[in-house]
């Protein structure tokens, strides 16, 4: 156990991240707080944290995945059940943030979902959010309370270091938007770098264009902040193929896999899926193609610097 500034700390895990949760206060060499999350008959969360929380530090890890509401009721139930039992501190641990991608109006009378969210997070309880590859960085700006976004790609980075790669690598972006994250991936292991280019005529739709890039006779790996019906990473790692790829490899931060995503995936060239464990997976979910790489010794290493009041930047160094 080390010392704290702030007092006592207390981490609680709701449904969405109980195995996360529990990872994370062995790495701590701490007990997980007990923290009872039900349902009412009539449908309704019930929340009782049966020890004190009074004048503490406290932490509490929830994704807010599938069920997307419900996590993220019962960590607003969390949120206030400690402020009302004046806890000195409260942090939103939320490895995986929902809501993240409705961040703009994309069309008329459209709400701008990830901002309402952040509001009632305050509203609740949240004095800081500790979050991982949040959909776009800029939603930091709709908080006015701290928030930490930290990088999975480090855990990533670790992996494939220890596994080992091989060198006829190339790294390739499945889109525009995944660039920058691809681009620093490549630095990582001095590989070239490839781009799809696609369109999507609707959402949840993709159609591949072209591939920039060589690739033919290479082993690819596809990066992305997360995957979600896999339609994206699917499309993208047959066209590489079509191009003369060697083998496909991808990773992710979230992997969120909703619809037919694991059908997809078990059908796919996709060879290996390397995913971080923000999102706890179903049984049903837990294919061989599927790798789970846990992030437990970041967030506790964050957590240990937050509740110092010690520099959360340095974590972004690999």
């Given at each position: 156990m ?114 309402l ?39 990533l ?13 190339t ?33 949840n ?9 060589d ?6 790996l ?6 979600d ?32 995503a694991?059908?997809?995936i ?17 049984g ?11 992030i437990?010794?970041?967030?506790a290493?964050?957590?240990e ?14």
């Open positions: 080390f010392n704290q500034v702030h007092g006592a700390i207390k981490i609680f895990a709701g449904n969405g991240s109980r195995k996360l949760g529990a990872a994370i206060c062995q790495k701590l060499g701490m007990k997980l707080g007990e923290l009872d999350v039900g349902k009412f008959s009539d449908g309704e969360t019930s929340i009782n944290i049966k020890e004190t929380v009074r004048g503490c530090d406290v932490f509490i890890i929830q994704s807010t995945s599938i069920p997307v509401n419900d996590n993220l009721m019962e960590l607003l139930l969390i949120l206030d059940a400690c402020k009302r039992a004046s806890a000195g501190r409260i942090t939103a641990v939320i490895p995986y943030f929902g809501y993240a991608r409705q961040d703009r109006k994309a069309r008329a009378r459209d709400p701008i979902s990830a901002k969210v952040a509001d009632i997070l305050q509203t609740a309880g949240a004095n800081r959010v500790l979050t991982m590859d949040l959909h776009s960085s800029q939603l930091q700006g709709f908080f006015n309370i701290p928030v930490d976004n930290l990088m999975g790609m480090p855990a980075v670790r992996y494939f270091k220890k596994i080992g790669l091989p060198s006829d690598l790294v390739v972006s499945p889109d525009t938007g995944s660039v920058v994250r691809s681009r620093a991936l490549a630095s990582k292991f001095n590989a070239p770098l490839a781009i799809i280019d696609k369109r999507r005529p609707r959402a739709v993709m159609e591949v264009m072209n591939v920039i890039g690739v033919k006779g290479r082993t690819c596809m990066l992305d902040d997360m995957i019906t896999g339609g994206t990473i699917c499309q993208g790692a047959a066209a590489l193929m079509e191009h003369g790829a060697k083998e496909v490899l991808a990773c992710c931060t979230h992997a969120v896999l909703s619809g037919p694991i059908e997809r078990g059908a796919s060239p996709i060879s290996k899926l390397i995913v971080l464990d923000t999102i706890e997976l179903p049903d979910k837990q294919i061989d193609k599927i790798k789970v790489v846990s437990a010794d970041l967030f290493e964050a957590i610097h937050v509740s110092h009041d010690l520099p959360v930047s340095k974590l972004f160094d690999d």
